[in-house]
């Protein structure tokens, strides 16, 4: 089993950045383990925000948030992170780490595990 457990959220103004973290334990994701950010806003579905492979030489973005977020892991420290610069009133949501084995970067149905989530709130 792996348990996910999310950090970094906050509250913050448009234009402003963060910086989530996903800290893996129990049977801690390596190299197998591809990991990806998702979110989901009140009354929508979960959304693929970035994704990266186990060994962290290939990374995926969702549309809206290119060129802005950065996804990044550190398997010795068991983390995954995900650096979040201009961010606007519809990143709002509450975000989710996920971990799974096989699969595509993109597809929130080949993830086996999650964290709890943790609420990002864009407001002035």
């Known amino acids: 089993q792996v348990q996910l457990a999310e950090s970094g959220g906050g509250l913050v103004r448009p234009g402003g950045s963060l910086r989530l973290s996903c800290a893996a334990s129990g049977d801690t994701p ?8 998702f979110r989901q806003a009140p009354g929508k579905v979960r959304e693929f925000v ?4 186990g ?3 290939n990374t995926r973005y969702g549309d809206s948030v ?4 950065t996804i990044s892991r550190e398997n010795d420290k068991n983390t995954v992170y ?3 610069n201009d961010l606007n009133v519809e990143d709002t949501a509450v975000y989710y780490c996920g971990a799974g084995r096989g699969g595509t970067l993109a597809n929130v149905l080949t993830y086996e595990y999650w964290g709890p989530g943790t609420q990002v709130t864009v407001s002035s």
Do not use: H, N, V
Request: charged share 25%; glycine share 18%.
């Open 30 to 37: 390596d190299e197998r383990y591809r990991m990806g950010w």
């Open 50 to 53: 970035a994704g990266i492979t």
């Open 55 to 57: 060994t962290g030489w």
């Open 66 to 69: 290119q060129g802005r977020f």
């Open 82 to 84: 995900l650096q979040m």
